[in-house]
């Protein structure tokens, strides 16, 4: 499986952006997917995951309410919608798959990771 994140850039503070991640190659049935990020000096942080339907979403407590994980298996894409963004969101988003139906934080557990695309704040 191949992801490739794309739709980072400079925003400003309270702005919005929109990650997508787009999946080929062979897929092992439908993954579960994630987004993680991770800014300079710091260490990879969960973001949000979807479960292969997409009917079961998790989000971590600093983005709930203002990121929204989506996917169209279809089209074998992943989206990161993010809105009222903060400096702190600042950071390399990547996106990730992984062999089987339910969401997880851990990145240890996914089998494939995209190249990552960089999300700048300005305050």
């Known amino acids: 499986v191949q992801l490739q994140a794309s739709g980072g850039g400079l925003v400003q503070a309270g702005g919005s952006l929109r990650l997508s991640c787009a999946a080929s190659?062979?897929?092992?049935?439908?993954?579960?997917m994630g987004w993680f990020r991770q800014a300079p000096g710091k260490e990879r942080e969960f973001v949000a995951a979807i479960s292969d339907s997409g009917a079961i979403t998790d989000y971590a407590n600093s983005v709930t309410g203002r990121f929204t994980i989506s996917r169209d298996n279809a089209e074998n894409m992943v989206y990161l919608q993010m809105i009222r963004l903060k400096p702190e969101d600042a950071a390399v988003y990547y996106c990730?798959?992984?062999?089987?139906?339910?969401?997880?934080?851990?990145?240890?557990?996914?089998?494939?990771w995209g190249q990552g695309t960089k999300v700048t704040v300005s305050s």
């Open positions: 990730a798959a992984r062999r089987a139906p339910s969401t997880t934080r851990a990145f240890q557990l996914y089998d494939y």
């Open positions: 190659g062979r897929t092992f049935g439908t993954p579960s």
